[in-house]
């Protein structure tokens, strides 16, 4: 049988799609092992994707609730860790279960990622790394995210890059195992499973989206102060979506920076599901973001994106797509706010074929899945 590890909604957004294959070509869902660095949206996620509940749950974030701080980190970590050892036998027993070749399947960035890839080697149960490859070419820049994926590239044994490019990372590394190239990053097949449909009231076009939660940005007040400023001024030339994540929302209430978004021309909106995000999304101008994840899909849809970081290890959108990096330049976000995203409109790019299904032919192939045809209509 195989095991898919995940813990945030960034993994099961892009890992859904190859659950519902698995099904799909089976008859039966992977076995899906939830660490819970994100337990309060995990449960919405898993229905809105068509996907049952974990069949294991070896942690539940800091007291139930979505990891926030990274202090809460060590003492998650320190459960997922305790679980995954008590019931090493019975996992073991149930990717067993089925009589086929065993597998534990990770993906991304996360410490999920490096925690899922452990278990499998605990297990001595071959690791596959979905979206496998991505650099930034600093270990500390995305922190930890960058290192999460050079540990993780040393315990996996087959690594999914999503592209040339990250197969050619994995290349020039040396990694030991076997390197697939699914052609694109499955966040395409994401895309084409969720109805696209916004669950609150958007405002006459043209409007532009504001997201951003990542630690690097929310713990540097004056960093944070100065692009919330950029944020404040540009509402008043396209009116702004800011999207209240909570840790987000933590961050400026400790700091005491909400009152910059108490201007003209900005609404603060709370955190969506996943189908109206993108609905959201589709309808918008333009998206200022901190997120990897929306930097794929703004590269699939066409969709004028900047993310405000100093690195990415993606290079999804970027060269002449319609993303922008600004490299932390604030001169760079108040260009792209004011009206510099125009230039950014381009088609949506979607892969010739279906990231998922490269992955699915796989294990089929090496002896995961069993040997007949996809239901109608699986991916």
Same mark, same amino acid.
């Given at each position: 049988?195989?095991?898919?590890?995940?813990?945030?909604?960034?993994?099961?957004?892009?890992?859904?799609?190859?659950?519902?294959?698995?099904?799909?070509?089976? !008859?039966?869902?992977?076995?899906?092992?939830?660490?819970?660095?994100?337990?309060?949206?995990?449960?919405?996620?898993?229905?809105?994707?068509?996907?049952?509940?974990?069949?294991?749950?070896?942690?539940?974030?800091?007291?139930?609730?979505?990891?926030?701080?990274?202090?809460?980190?060590?003492?998650?970590?320190?459960?997922?860790?305790?679980?995954?050892?008590?019931?090493? /036998?019975?996992?073991?027993?149930?990717?067993?279960?089925?009589?086929?070749?065993?597998?534990?399947?990770?993906?991304?960035?996360?410490?999920?990622?490096?925690?899922?890839?452990?278990?499998?080697?605990?297990?001595?149960?071959?690791?596959?790394?979905?979206?496998?490859?991505?650099?930034?070419?600093?270990?500390?820049?995305?922190?930890?995210?960058?290192?999460?994926?050079?540990?993780?590239?040393?315990?996996?044994?087959?690594?999914?890059?999503?592209?040339?490019?990250?197969?050619?990372?994995?290349?020039?590394?040396?990694?030991?195992?076997?390197?697939?190239?699914?052609?694109?990053?499955?966040?395409?097949?994401?895309?084409?499973?969720?109805?696209?449909?916004?669950?609150?009231?958007?405002?006459?076009?043209?409007?532009?989206?504001?997201?951003?939660?990542?630690?690097?940005?929310?713990?540097?007040?004056?960093?944070?102060?100065?692009?919330?400023?950029?944020?404040?001024?540009?509402?008043?030339?396209?009116?702004?979506?800011?999207?209240?994540?909570?840790?987000?929302?933590?961050?400026?209430?400790?700091?005491?920076?909400?009152?910059?978004?108490?201007?003209?021309?900005?609404?603060?909106?709370?955190?969506?599901?996943?189908?109206?995000?993108?609905?959201?999304?589709?309808?918008?101008?333009?998206?200022?973001?901190?997120?990897?994840?929306?930097?794929?899909?703004?590269?699939?849809?066409?969709?004028?994106?900047?993310?405000?970081?100093?690195?990415?290890?993606?290079?999804? !959108?970027?060269?002449?797509?319609?993303?922008?990096?600004?490299?932390?330049?604030?001169?760079?976000?108040?260009?792209?706010?004011?009206?510099?995203?125009?230039?950014?409109?381009?088609?949506?790019?979607?892969?010739?074929?279906?990231?998922?299904?490269?992955?699915?032919?796989?294990?089929?192939?090496? /002896?995961?899945?069993?040997?007949?045809?996809?239901?109608?209509?699986?991916?």
């Amino acid at each position: 049988m195989i095991g898919v590890v995940f813990g945030t909604t960034g993994e099961l957004i892009k890992i859904a799609p190859l659950c519902r294959a698995i099904r799909d070509r089976s !008859g039966r869902e992977p076995l899906l092992i939830c660490t819970g660095q994100q337990p309060e949206q995990l449960p919405d996620m898993l229905r809105a994707f068509g996907l049952r509940q974990p069949d294991v749950w070896l942690a539940r974030g800091s007291g139930g609730r979505d990891l926030a701080r990274a202090a809460d980190i060590p003492g998650w970590g320190a459960r997922v860790v305790g679980n995954a050892a008590r019931r090493r /036998g019975w996992l073991r027993r149930a990717l067993q279960s089925d009589g086929r070749a065993p597998m534990v399947i990770v993906h991304g960035d996360t410490f999920t990622t490096v925690a899922g890839a452990l278990m499998g080697r605990a297990m001595a149960v071959p690791v596959g790394h979905v979206e496998a490859g991505l650099r930034s070419g600093d270990w500390r820049n995305p922190f930890p995210e960058e290192l999460n994926r050079r540990i993780t590239s040393r315990l996996a044994r087959v690594h999914f890059a999503p592209g040339a490019w990250a197969a050619g990372n994995l290349r020039d590394a040396g990694v030991g195992g076997e390197i697939v190239d699914t052609g694109a990053n499955t966040i395409a097949d994401s895309l084409a499973l969720v109805t696209a449909t916004p669950e609150i009231d958007l405002p006459d076009p043209p409007f532009g989206v504001v997201s951003i939660h990542r630690f690097e940005l929310l713990r540097d007040q004056a960093r944070l102060r100065a692009v919330l400023e950029a944020i404040r001024d540009g509402a008043r030339r396209t009116p702004l979506l800011f999207v209240d994540h909570p840790v987000t929302c933590d961050a400026l209430t400790a700091q005491g920076l909400d009152g910059l978004l108490d201007g003209e021309g900005i609404t603060r909106i709370p955190r969506q599901g996943y189908g109206s995000f993108i609905g959201l999304l589709t309808r918008s101008a333009f998206l200022l973001t901190d997120s990897g994840g929306c930097q794929e899909e703004a590269a699939v849809l066409g969709h004028p994106t900047l993310i405000h970081r100093a690195r990415t290890e993606r290079r999804d !959108g970027l060269d002449g797509g319609p993303v922008v990096l600004s490299h932390l330049d604030l001169d760079e976000v108040r260009r792209f706010l004011d009206g510099g995203w125009e230039a950014s409109r381009r088609s949506g790019v979607r892969p010739g074929e279906s990231p998922t299904g490269v992955i699915e032919r796989w294990l089929v192939t090496h /002896g995961h899945l069993a040997e007949h045809d996809a239901a109608p209509g699986g991916r």
